[in-house]
């Protein structure tokens, strides 16, 4: 096995989805397990602080990075296992989403269709529990397997143990910094199973008679492309805050004075408040300032229109924070992940 190249001073522009120009201070590519345990024997991983990315499609990097940046391309989908109902898939952390969505749907393997061109890879799915149209990747994760990169130990955990929630998980815990995700094992049902009660899908699939899953994939892959700008055009990160998950209380107080807020129950308890409607009640959709703007279809997105640097997008983030928490009394959190 070759060794992986450690380099020095790499630029990141090509990493990460926002188009920001940053540089890593030690950049090493990952293409297989092996590679992790070669860097980290070499000293590399306890040297500096390890960053894991993967499209890098979920990062602000508002300066140079002083570390260790990895590059996850840990290819590779398996069949692992198929019984009367369902089929077991591996495949390597740095494995692109969108193409993993898109071999469930052309095998007719139900439960990743409704998360069609998510950007980002394998890995940062089940860190992130990405999610859209009513589903997330928790549903079809069965476990998580990676390598904690300062005592080279190798741990799996079952759905159950990987705390996901509205995009969260276990590996988003500071403990889990050195965690190199390396492979995920998804259940998806071999019994069509569509999920078509999320309202903007249902709207875009009711005229066809007995959609199947091939046409849910392309009716999400049609929303996203009208809805979200393709980040291979206009640097974004996707959503760039959560929506705030509030209590009952303060539903009911935003809705005396907005009577017209949308709002979704949540299973447990809470009700989440769409941020693109704050946003956009505060006067911010389609708003430019500088190099950044919000996108004008969908102003949770935040977009750098050329040269915007990290810490632009961040000031840009900050005042649409300021207004929605003025109007709102609501804190907007961050979903992308700031460097
Ligand atoms: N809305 C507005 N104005 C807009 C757009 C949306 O008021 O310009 C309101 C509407 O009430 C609309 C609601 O927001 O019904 C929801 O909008 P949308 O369906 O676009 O979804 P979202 O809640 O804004 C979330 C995810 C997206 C995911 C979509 C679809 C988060 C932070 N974002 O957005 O995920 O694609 O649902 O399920 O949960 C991402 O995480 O990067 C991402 C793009």
């Known amino acids: 096995m070759e060794k992986p190249l450690l380099r020095r001073n790499v630029s990141l522009l090509p990493y990460n989805t926002f188009g ?21 024997d070499a000293g590399a991983t306890a040297e500096h602080a390890p960053l894991i990315i993967g499209k890098g499609s979920n990062i602000l990097f ?22 009367g109902d369902a089929v077991i898939l591996e495949t390597g952390s740095g494995v ?51 390598v904690d990169l300062h005592t080279g130990e190798k741990r799996s955990f079952a759905n159950r143990d990987c705390r996901f929630g509205y995009r969260y998980s276990l590996f988003k815990m500071p403990a ?10 998804f259940r998806l049902s071999l ?74 129950a949540l299973p447990g308890e809470g009700f989440k408040i769409p941020a693109a409607w704050m946003i956009e009640k505060c006067g911010w959709k389609g708003k430019q300032s500088g190099p950044c703007a919000t996108w004008s279809r969908q102003p949770l997105v935040i977009v750098n229109l050329g040269q915007a640097n990290g810490k632009e997008i961040l000031a840009f983030s900050r005042a649409i924070q300021k207004s929605v928490y003025e109007r709102f009394a609501v804190l907007l959190e961050p979903e992308v992940l700031i460097l």
């Not at 920001?20 to 980290?40: C, M, N, S």
């Not at 889990?176 to 094992?185: D, L, Q, Y």
């Not at 309202?199 to 009208?226: C, K, S, Y």
Request: net charge negative; with cysteine.
């Open 176 to 185: 889990f910094r050195s965690f190199f995700i390396t492979s995920i094992r």
């Open 96 to 146: 692109e989403w969108d193409r993993f969505a898109g071999y469930c749907a052309g095998h007719r393997y139900y439960g990743a269709e409704n998360l069609s061109l998510i950007p980002g890879t394998a890995g940062a799915a089940a860190v992130q529990n990405i999610g859209a149209y009513g589903a997330e990747a928790a549903d079809i994760i069965l476990s998580v397997t990676g």
């Open 62 to 83: 508002t300066g140079n990075v002083h570390g260790l940046v990895l590059h996850n391309r840990i290819e590779g989908i398996r069949l692992i296992e198929k019984t």
């Open 191 to 264: 019994h069509p199973r569509l999920n078509l009660s999320y309202p903007q899908l249902a709207e875009e699939t009711e005229h066809i008679p007995h959609p199947d899953i091939l046409d849910v994939r392309e009716a999400v892959m049609r929303i996203r492309r009208i809805k979200l700008p393709d980040p291979g055009q206009t640097g974004n990160a996707g959503s760039f805050f959560k929506n705030p998950v509030v209590s009952k209380e303060k539903r009911d107080k935003l809705l005396v004075d907005y009577p017209d807020m949308p709002w979704h």
């Open 20 to 40: 920001v120009d940053v540089t890593a201070e030690y950049f090493a590519t990952v293409h297989a397990p092996g590679d992790l345990y070669a860097l980290k």
